[in-house]
């Protein structure tokens, strides 16, 4: 069967893991990381097992114990939550696996949904375990079942990074056929190989080393790698995934003759690396991000003594920040090379363009909550906060610090802890709360930090795409299940104030804020108010408002609370609302003159 | 004065629920569906919350989904201020296609930013390019619902395309939600006779 679909890249990665046989799929959600599980659990019919796991560790955890079996194993996550995983990573490396197991870790250089643009074929190089690197939507579908076989050839997992790009690009994908691979699981007992004391460490360690030339081997024979060389010419360009496809159209354009050498996978392929210095004397390295490759090129020029000149982020021709493209890729060979580059002259817009950054959608009730407590702690107080959707409360005042993945509590102990004087309001998420930001509150509570916590449980999370945790009692895949009671959780963790309030009922909330404020110990405060959006999809309609024009001074107080839905006329001079409005009623508690009214019918 | 490696570079800009993936999706799922190789770069997460966005399709390309700067034949611009944001990755020789309906971000709504005219935005994108610009939003109003104004705006983009016009038709249809069909029908038509 041959058949072309049109698909995100996501999408197809997805595709892979069912042609690959993959058994149990589980993972965190994270931009641009998240349509694969979502895919893999909106399929109708399944012979796999899929899950949304509470944090990356877990889902890798989980993913290893899968692999342990037998049967073939998936865990997805964005680079970031590799580091939260990275404590299993390591010793996994030295464990290995007996069924395939493959590690997706999407990474997102530019940072386009992101705290930070690490590399996560650093982790490769450090854990020793083989990455591969797509260049193209198609070949990350190819790349899947690929590296199934691989992982069980050597008894290792295998990282597969695809970037931004890759995860949230489109193309035709020709499919493959699915596998009728079938691994029972069974779980062998091994104690040197699963139990990892000292004693069984020490010789996993030698024998994880001692692989690394078969995987070296088997990668540099692979389809990932493909040297061409050009006999015309005495110059060279490598580039590494994504970079290669720019670098082609990069050399195309410039009509370019130079050997090419295009790297998926890694350790890199040190054979056609050496061939190619044969045949060159200056070679370009393209590569996004880290100098990986280029670094490795350096030390196997050295070993065999060749001349050869290596360019590449050293001498500044590659950057090493944000992400790569054509152009970027046009000037670095134009640089390097001594080629003239005709560069397109962009003219400065002489309009001046408003900035258009994402902001909490109209009636969202982080803006509620963020109001409240924004009145109750004043300006001067410190708001720590996390990573989601509310993350954008930064335009209201209330999202002093963003560390990490469940960092809020935690940081908002630290800064108790170091004697600062102003009140202490941090924020967290539902789905972040369960993510790592239970351990945080155990803390505050075990080392008596005087701060608020507020748990936003808008009943999803809605940042990523609105996956299901474990407060909304579903599954990945929509099966009903234990919902988590969060103020029990939070005196499980033996918080003793924890109150739970509709952030729409503005009075109520700003109460709760109060009685909080004033509470000696760690105080928890859970604002619960779907999110809209999920909340509009289900079916909710609420009466939206308008202003009574008449009432309306024009003061600017509803406009200040930055909702996407409330307008000022400047003719007029006064507010205006539009129909984006959700009626959630924010802006009608904060007008002092009673202006903003339902649309009566 | 499209690049090499591409046969038709389309950039397609706007607010993030405008509707840009939708648009997209209906090209490029049409040039595969004439046999080409299509490559699509999109914006999901942060940006979707009202957020600019901005997507790229190149029909007839197997390399990369970026557009080159100043490779585009086209640029599609759901919003004004957006047209102008995304200017750069126009060709001198490209056209621009733009609805005149604004969406204020917040930072104008809450008077920290100005938004400048939609008719000095016009008239500085005719400095340099060919504009065909109209308020797609209410003829998508006219036509049964705002929501398929990125339709109309996919209608007028048809005349330019390196794709036949039944089969992007048909695409709409298929991709729509069933309800809406006809609405989006019509809406495809008025905006393709925007065209001459
Ligand atoms: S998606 Fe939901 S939680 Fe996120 S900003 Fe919109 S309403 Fe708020
Ligand atoms: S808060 Fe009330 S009076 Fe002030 S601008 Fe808004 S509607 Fe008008």
């Keep these: ?601 | 004065m499209s690049s090499k490696a591409s046969e038709f570079d389309l950039v397609i800009s706007g607010v993030g629920g405008q509707g840009t993936i939708l648009a997209s999706d209906i090209i490029g799922r049409s040039a595969v569906l004439e046999g080409k190789g299509v490559r699509a770069a999109e914006t999901h997460g942060m940006a979707q919350r009202g957020g600019s966005v901005v997507n790229h399709v190149r029909i007839g390309c197997e390399l990369g989904s970026m557009i080159p700067l100043k490779g585009a034949d086209c640029l599609l611009a759901l919003e004004p201020v957006e047209a102008l944001r995304y200017i750069e990755f126009l060709a001198d020789d490209g056209v621009i296609i733009m609805n005149t309906e604004s969406v204020y971000p917040v930072t104008v709504t809450t008077g920290k930013a100005p938004y400048p005219s939609v008719d000095s935005i016009v008239e500085k994108l005719k400095e340099t390019h060919r504009v065909i610009a109209f308020n797609a939003t209410e003829m998508a109003a006219k036509a049964g619902s705002r929501q398929a104004m990125n339709v109309v705006l996919v209608g007028a983009v048809s005349n330019f395309l390196p794709v036949k016009t039944e089969t992007l038709l048909e695409r709409v249809k298929e991709m729509v939600p069933p309800k809406t069909i006809d609405t989006n029908v019509k809406a495809f038509e008025t905006g393709r006779s925007m065209v001459e």
């Design chain 1, 1 to 601: 069967m041959s058949t072309r679909e049109y698909m995100l890249g996501n999408v197809a990665i997805a595709r892979g893991i069912v042609e690959g046989g993959g058994k149990v799929i589980s993972g965190y959600p994270g931009t641009p990381s998240s349509e694969i599980v979502d895919t893999l659990s909106a399929m109708k019919e399944r012979d796999f097992y899929v899950e949304w796991s509470v944090n990356e560790k877990v889902a890798m955890e989980v993913a290893a114990g899968a692999a342990m079996t037998g049967v073939r194993s998936v865990v997805t996550m964005k680079h970031v939550g590799l580091n939260v995983a990275a404590d299993p990573l390591m010793t996994l490396a030295y464990m290995g696996v007996k069924g395939g197991m493959i590690i997706i870790v999407a990474d997102d250089p530019a940072c386009h949904s992101s705290q930070n643009e690490q590399d996560t074929r650093k982790y490769s190089e450090f854990s020793l375990m083989p990455c591969l690197d797509p260049s193209t939507p198609q070949e990350a579908k190819d790349m899947i079942p690929y590296a199934f076989e691989l992982s069980e050839k050597f008894e290792i997992p295998v990282i597969f990074r695809p970037t931004t790009r890759i995860s949230h690009g489109k193309s035709e994908i020709e499919l493959g056929a699915i596998t009728d691979h079938k691994a029972e699981a069974k779980f062998e007992k091994d104690t040197s190989r699963w139990v990892m004391v000292p004693a069984n460490a020490v010789i996993r360690h030698p024998h994880l080393l001692g692989i690394q030339e078969g995987i070296m081997e088997e990668l540099e024979n692979s389809p990932w790698n493909e040297l061409t060389i050009n006999e015309n010419s005495k110059i060279g360009v490598i580039a590494s995934g994504l970079a290669s496809v720019y670098a082609k159209e990069a050399m195309e354009n410039l009509g370019l003759e130079a050997s090419f050498l295009k790297i998926g996978a890694y350790p890199v392929p040190e054979g056609l690396i050496k061939k190619m210095y044969e045949q060159c004397d200056t070679v370009l390295v393209i590569e996004e991000l880290e100098p990986i490759v280029e670094d490795r090129c350096k030390v196997i020029a050295k070993d065999i003594e060749s001349p050869v000149k290596i360019l590449g982020k050293t001498g500044g021709y590659v950057p090493r920040i944000s992400e790569l493209n054509t152009d970027k890729c046009t000037k670095a060979i134009g640089d390097a090379f001594g080629i003239e580059v005709d560069v397109p002259e962009i003219a400065e817009p002489e309009l001046e363009l408003p900035p258009r950054p994402p902001a909490l959608c109209a009636g969202c009730s982080h803006r509620a909550t963020y109001h409240a407590m924004l009145k109750v702690f004043g300006k001067r107080a410190v708001f720590p906060s996390d990573i989601g959707c509310y993350t954008l409360g930064v335009q209201n005042g209330t999202v002093d610090t963003t560390l990490c993945m469940g960092g809020s509590i935690t940081v908002a102990s630290g800064i108790y802890d170091a004697g600062e004087k102003q009140p202490i309001c941090c924020s967290i998420g539902d789905s972040t709360f369960f993510h790592t930001g239970i351990n945080g509150l155990l803390n505050a509570v075990y080392n008596k930090s005087n701060i608020t916590i507020t748990i936003l449980d808008n009943r999803i999370t809605a940042m990523t795409g609105h996956q299901p945790n474990p407060g909304m009692g579903l599954t990945s895949t929509g099966e009903p299940t234990k919902e988590i009671d969060m103020e029990l959780l939070c005196r499980g963790l033996g918080a003793e104030f924890v109150e739970t309030v509709d952030p729409y009922d503005v009075k109520a909330t700003e109460e709760v804020f109060k009685r909080a404020k004033d509470f000696e110990g760690p105080a928890v405060v859970i604002t619960r108010q779907a999110c809209v959006i999920h909340a509009r999809r289900a079916g909710v309609r609420r009466i939206p408002f308008q202003v009574d024009t008449e009432k309306c001074i024009g003061c600017r107080m509803c406009v200040n609370l930055g909702c996407p839905a409330i307008e000022f006329d400047k003719e007029t001079k006064k507010a205006h609302i539009n129909a984006m409005c959700t009626g959630c009623g924010l802006c009608s508690a904060t007008c002092k003159f009673d202006a903003i009214v339902e649309v009566q019918k």
